[in-house]
């Protein structure tokens, strides 16, 4: 796309100041040569919404060993971890740590689960609570130190958890610092930017909103829809009333998809030993193939011998 559309792209950079001069928006950048001003008709923000954690302000939350942001699951093999969080990234981080061999706890600081919880994150999450393979403690506060973390639980105890790793998972939000660093006003809540919807420029003339910074959640903007953005910052008002189109969910799907949630939860969880995690599509799975047809399908002669760990075959 760079290459294609020879987009002036301008690496390791970073956005210092904006103000509004003669008409026009300049920008004062930081790089690695010194500051640098540029001057343009239009500033469009689209930083994005991960970079900025949402801090659990509780003792150790800095340590070494507390991420916010998940890396690689087999770095925990065989260690203690303990996951702070109940949404979506939470649980398939514990999913996907408990699979590749680590011990792992998760901790929620609400009594269940909420409904958007992804449909076949929750039944895989419930097996696992059931047969014992991932604890999880519910309506907790927490605390970290250097080995261990320390809860107390709904019920008031107090219980020290041992803690190799521990991955504070509690959301994020936008950079709201740069944009009231730039002017940008904010309703009363003070989480979300006052704009003009239907072209995306923001309090500030000239100064557009794009991606995530639009909405406060995530949940309110992402791929599916805030791809249109484009059209609504740079397009005419064919192009902007098409955007809105697009932008707005399509309800049979987003509905059916709820539906099957709902059945799923209501299924309830499978009793342990049950064997299995998430439903499966369901489907007759193709006949596993012998002989000849075996030989066939990797590929070599009926009549040929071929050994290797992939593929079994025999003389025809």
């Given at each position: 796309?760079?290459?294609?559309?020879?987009?002036?792209?301008?690496?390791?950079?970073?956005?210092?100041?904006?103000?509004?001069?003669?008409?026009?928006?300049?920008?004062?950048?930081?790089?690695?040569?010194?500051?640098?001003?540029?001057?343009?008709?239009?500033?469009?923000?689209?930083?994005?919404?991960?970079?900025?954690?949402?801090?659990?302000?509780?003792?150790?939350?800095?340590?070494?060993?507390?991420?916010?942001?998940?890396?690689?699951?087999?770095?925990?093999?065989?260690?203690?971890?303990?996951?702070?969080?109940?949404?979506?990234?939470?649980?398939?981080?514990?999913?996907?740590?408990?699979?590749?061999?680590?011990?792992?706890?998760?901790?929620?600081?609400?009594?269940?689960?909420?409904?958007?919880?992804?449909?076949?994150?929750?039944?895989d999450l419930?097996?696992?609570?059931?047969a014992g393979?991932?604890?999880?403690?519910?309506?907790?506060?927490?605390?970290?130190?250097?080995?261990?973390?320390?809860?107390?639980?709904?019920?008031?105890?107090?219980?020290?958890?041992?803690?190799?790793?521990?991955?504070?998972?509690?959301?994020?939000?936008?950079?709201?610092?740069?944009?009231?660093?730039?002017?940008?006003?904010?309703?009363?809540a003070g989480?979300?930017?006052?704009?003009?919807?239907?072209?995306?420029?923001?309090?500030?003339?000239?100064?557009?909103?794009?991606?995530?910074?639009?909405?406060?959640?995530?949940?309110?903007?992402?791929?599916?829809?805030?791809?249109?953005?484009?059209?609504?910052?740079?397009?005419?008002?064919?192009?902007?009333?098409?955007?809105?189109?697009?932008?707005?969910?399509?309800?049979?799907?987003?509905?059916?998809?709820?539906?099957?949630?709902?059945?799923?939860?209501?299924?309830?969880?499978?009793?342990?030993?049950?064997?299995?995690?998430?439903?499966?599509?369901?489907?007759?799975?193709?006949?596993?193939?012998?002989?000849?047809?075996?030989?066939?399908?990797?590929?070599?002669?009926?009549?040929?011998?071929?050994?290797?760990?992939?593929?079994?075959?025999?003389?025809?």
């Amino acid at each position: 796309m760079v290459r294609a559309e020879k987009l002036a792209v301008q690496p390791y950079t970073r956005l210092v100041h904006a103000e509004r001069r003669d008409g026009r928006i300049e920008c004062t950048l930081g790089t690695g040569a010194g500051p640098q001003t540029v001057r343009c008709e239009r500033l469009v923000l689209a930083t994005g919404y991960f970079d900025h954690a949402n801090l659990l302000d509780v003792p150790g939350e800095l340590l070494p060993h507390v991420s916010h942001w998940f890396d690689e699951p087999h770095r925990t093999a065989g260690l203690d971890v303990v996951i702070i969080g109940g949404k979506n990234s939470a649980v398939e981080t514990a999913l996907q740590c408990f699979r590749a061999g680590a011990r792992v706890t998760l901790m929620y600081r609400r009594e269940a689960f909420k409904p958007s919880l992804k449909y076949w994150l929750r039944p895989d999450l419930e097996n696992r609570i059931a047969a014992g393979e991932i604890a999880a403690h519910m309506g907790a506060e927490v605390a970290i130190t250097p080995t261990d973390v320390r809860i107390r639980t709904a019920d008031g105890e107090a219980v020290d958890l041992p803690a190799d790793r521990v991955y504070a998972l509690t959301g994020y939000h936008p950079d709201f610092a740069l944009q009231r660093q730039l002017g940008i006003e904010f309703d009363e809540a003070g989480d979300r930017p006052l704009m003009n919807a239907e072209t995306l420029e923001s309090s500030v003339p000239g100064i557009y909103l794009a991606g995530v910074l639009v909405g406060r959640f995530i949940s309110e903007v992402f791929i599916e829809n805030g791809r249109y953005d484009g059209e609504k910052i740079f397009g005419d008002v064919a192009s902007r009333h098409a955007a809105e189109q697009k932008h707005r969910p399509r309800r049979g799907r987003w509905a059916s998809s709820a539906a099957r949630s709902a059945e799923v939860v209501a299924a309830g969880p499978r009793a342990p030993g049950a064997g299995g995690s998430a439903p499966r599509p369901r489907g007759r799975r193709p006949a596993p193939t012998r002989g000849r047809s075996a030989q066939a399908a990797c590929g070599t002669p009926a009549t040929s011998t071929l050994r290797g760990p992939g593929c079994r075959s025999r003389r025809g």
